[in-house]
């Protein structure tokens, strides 16, 4: 059997001193997340962030910074993850757009909420990217290399 980790994207966006967040319903019951997913075959790295984003909370996001690359193993489900996450800039919002399966709503939380509800949270990687964000954690895309 091959082992490999599960590679996931997400965003650590920041807007008026608060956090953009999505809730949604996992196996754990309800749970707080950042925008963050999958990669797809064939996609890049800063495409699927955008993707995400965009199907998880309604926002155009455009990445301008890697945060850092995390890996975790869920106990609960035995899998490892190796996150990706960036930081950015939103650049619209369809208020109308429907969000993905499971995803209740995307809010924004202060970093006071953040850390009140870390019972919720789906992973401790949501805390740890946005406390590496505080510490000023921010590197250039051209650290990763897409070949088509």
């Given at each position: ?6 590679t ?6 920041e807007r008026d001193?608060k ?5 949604e ?10 925008p963050?997913?999958?990669?797809e ?7 699927a962030v955008?993707r995400e984003t965009?199907?998880e ?5 455009t ?5 850092g690359i995390y890996?975790w193993?869920?106990p609960?489900?035995n899998?490892?993850y190796?996150r990706?996450?960036?930081?950015g800039?939103?650049t619209g ?8 399966t499971?995803?209740?709503?995307a809010?924004?939380?202060t ?7 870390q019972t919720h949270?789906?992973s401790?990687l949501?805390?740890?990217?946005m ?10 895309l051209?650290l990763i290399?897409?070949?088509?």
């Open positions: 059997m091959t082992w490999k980790p599960n996931t994207v997400a965003a650590v966006i001193g956090f953009l967040l999505v809730e319903q996992t196996s754990q019951g309800i749970r707080f997340n950042q963050a997913g999958h990669l075959a064939n996609e890049s790295l800063l495409a955008t965009l199907e909370s309604a926002y155009h996001f990445p301008t910074h890697l945060i890996r193993h869920s609960d489900s899998t490892t190796l990706f996450a960036f930081t800039n939103i919002h369809e208020a109308n757009r429907p969000l993905d499971g995803i209740i709503q809010l924004w939380l970093p006071d909420e953040i850390r009140a509800n949270h789906r401790p949501i805390l740890r990217c406390e590496d964000y505080f510490a000023g954690k921010r590197y250039p051209e290399t897409h070949y088509e």
